[in-house]
């Protein structure tokens, strides 16, 4: 769900339904670039707080949004049919580089090297950005589409509901079947499981973010955090389908949705304030009754940021420093173009050239130079 409303929010950042262009679609692609480091910074960093413990997504983001920049300008048709093929090619491409280069998916980024971290965060960790890019694709045509029709919430409730009625009538159709269910019980990583029935609870629980090597049925498997074929499909089609229903619910009361789901505009900020309040010198670990006072704090924060039309803290600074930086860039580019053109246009006269008269102005054949001070005016 959050991947694909990445998606959305990359859309919109650049026009929505209404892509931007002209020299407005650099500015936009370097603040993207400049974002997707600040997250890839904040990610790291949080990283160090939780070396062994939870898995920061924060870094899978970053690369995800780089991965995105060559999409931001194509249509939702294009979108919606590479995000489809994404969701098929994808976790066989993955099962099949981790076949032949076989890694561990558990644990942080400590003690690796480049190259190491670089195919964690694309295929082997936890959320591998490779695959999930599909997710990515279904969000920017979500975001590609005029979002204020009735017929595009529509459209988004129909293609969901589509996608999970497939996805789970393809997973239950094949892993029905006694040799599959036997083949994946062999080839299961964790405990050794006797039956199907035994084997189910683990599988409702989730897998790692990317499928067992030992055997191709699992691409057939619908299990949560699989990466496999049915999880990105089933996944996809709820994630339209509750975006589907938002847009339907909102339409009234808008400013009252606003409000009450006001966490929903500060991610940044409210996941990382997660992540230190997990940490347990900074809350008493009390299990699962520790996750309604989360709840609570994190919904509070959001409602008031929202009632007081404030972005987030890390929100604010990551747009204030990326459009910074997306702005100079954008100016230097201009001015270093500026100055090739016009010396290119402007070149000064050889003992060659021929005489002004038949040659006044060797780049644009005028009468004087649109240069002011050209030695060829």
């Known amino acids: 769900m959050f991947a694909v409303l990445a998606g959305v929010s990359l859309a919109l950042l650049t026009g929505g ?8 679609r650099l500015t936009d692609s370097v603040a993207i670039g400049v974002r997707a480091l600040m997250i890839l910074m904040i990610g790291f960093l949080l990283e160090q707080l939780h070396p062994a413990g939870i898995a920061v997504i924060l870094p899978y983001y970053a690369l995800l949004f780089v991965l995105g920049l060559p999409l931001l300008w194509l249509r939702p048709p294009q979108l919606f049919l590479l995000g489809g093929i994404w969701i098929c090619a994808a976790p066989v491409v993955s099962q099949a580089f981790r076949l032949l280069h076989p890694t561990s998916v558990a644990g942080g980024f400590g003690g690796l090297g480049p190259v190491a971290v670089l195919l964690r965060l694309l295929v082997t960790g936890e959320y591998p950005a490779f695959t999930w890019l599909s997710y990515l694709c279904f969000g920017l045509a979500i975001g ?66 990317v499928t067992p090597t030992h055997s191709w049925w699992w691409l057939a498997v619908n299990a949560p955090h699989s990466g496999s074929v049915a999880d990105l499909a089933f996944t996809t089609g709820t994630a339209l389908l509750i975006i589907g229903a938002a847009l339907v619910l909102t339409r009234v009361a808008t400013r009252w949705w606003q409000v009450a789901f006001g966490a929903g505009s500060m991610t940044l900020s409210l996941y990382s304030l997660h992540l230190v309040m997990v940490l347990p010198q900074t809350w008493p670990d009390y299990g699962p009754r520790r996750l309604l006072p989360e709840v609570l704090v994190v919904c509070v924060i959001g409602a008031v940021f929202a009632g007081l039309r404030r972005k987030g803290p890390l929100e604010s600074l990551v747009t204030f420093i990326s459009r910074t930086c997306a702005r100079w860039t954008t100016r230097l580019l201009r001015l270093g173009v500026s100055f090739i053109g016009s010396a290119e246009r402007c070149e000064p006269a ?25 030695d060829r005016s």
Do not use: N
Request: proline share 10%; glycine share 10%.
């Open 17 to 24: 339904h209404a892509p931007h262009r002209g020299h407005t």
């Open 350 to 374: 050889r003992r060659d050239d021929p005489p002004l008269s038949h040659a006044p102005c060797s780049r644009w054949r005028l009468p004087v130079c649109p240069r002011a001070g050209c």
């Open 144 to 209: 590609r589409m005029d979002l204020r029709r009735t017929r595009s919430a529509v459209h988004l409730l129909c293609g969901g509901a589509v996608l999970i009625a497939g996805a789970t009538f393809m997973s239950g159709a094949i892993t029905s079947r006694g040799e599959v269910r036997s083949r994946l019980m062999q080839s299961w990583p964790g405990p050794p499981v006797s039956t199907w029935d035994v084997l189910q609870p683990h599988l409702q629980v989730g897998l790692e973010g």
